[in-house]
T-cell receptor
Framework: ETGVTQTPRHLVMGMTNKKSLKCEQH?????MYWYKQSAKKPLELMFV???????ENNSVPSRFSPECPNSSHLFLHLHTLQPEDSALYLC?????????????FGPGTRLTVT | GENVEQHPSTLSVQEGDSAVIKCTYS??????FPWYKQELGKGPQLIID?????GEKKDQRIAVTLNKTAKHFSLHITETQPEDSAVYFC?????????????FGSGTRLQVQP
């Protein structure tokens, strides 16, 4: 596979469940990102990793827990979510951290919290 | 922090017509302005970008203009085709500063009517 892949593509979970989103990039990039996309709102940056180290956490609630075991894989662990957390969660990667580096996005995971 | 406003939120044009999407930004330190296109079921993809040392950039049917004094930039699509139908996001970033993330606008849904 090439590019950025995300699994699962769709996820429905109850507020008491624990689930994980997975992202994998095959581009040899060093930086990876999690974004939240809600209808008619700007893309909301959640976390940034560079060389497996977290470099940015945009005041994300602790019910979202990221993990980056290596530069190619990124996870988002979810627990005790709220209905307002329902959104499309996008993963992206770029050669390095910095606004001028093109970000390559995955197709996203559509999350519904019931 | 940076704030990016994008208008209109939806835009419908006839095939062959031109489409213009406008964005304004608030931070005068921003100097990099990419545009991303998101097709249904896919993640955003970079289509064109501009840096603050130029006022206009073209790539075939797509052009972007930047007015640093007024802090606004625009995307122009000429001779629109049905495959241009998508959601378009503008963004602003500040290279060579501590602000390493892009700030996105809320998106414009473009519908090209055949």
């Amino acid at each position: 596979e090439t590019g950025v892949t995300q699994t699962p593509r769709h996820l429905v979970m109850g507020m008491t469940n624990k689930k994980s989103l997975k992202c994998e990039q095959h581009l040899g990039h060093n930086a990876m990102y999690w974004y939240k996309q809600s209808a008619k709102k700007p893309l909301e940056l959640m976390f940034v990793y560079n060389f497996k180290e977290q470099t940015e956490n945009n005041s994300v609630p602790s019910r979202f827990s990221p993990e980056c075991p290596n530069s190619s894989h990124l996870f988002l662990h979810l627990h005790t979510l709220q209905p307002e957390d329902s959104a499309l969660y996008l993963c992206a990667s770029s050669p390095d951290v910095g606004p001028s580096y093109e970000q390559y996005f995955g197709p996203g995971t559509r999350l519904t919290v019931t | 922090g940076e704030n990016v406003e994008q208008h209109p939120s939806t835009l419908s044009v006839q095939e062959g017509d031109s489409a213009v999407i406008k964005c304004t930004y608030s931070d005068s330190a921003s100097n990099y302005f990419p545009w991303y296109k998101q097709e249904l079921g896919k993640g955003p993809q970079l289509i064109i970008d501009i840096r603050s040392n130029v006022g206009e950039k073209k790539d075939q049917r797509i052009a972007v203009t930047l007015n640093k004094t007024a802090k606004h930039f625009s995307l122009h699509i000429t001779e629109t085709q049905p495959e241009d139908s998508a959601v378009y996001f503008c963004a602003a970033g500040a290279m060579d500063t501590g602000r390493r993330a892009l700030t996105f606008g809320s998106g414009t849904r473009l519908q090209v009517q055949p």
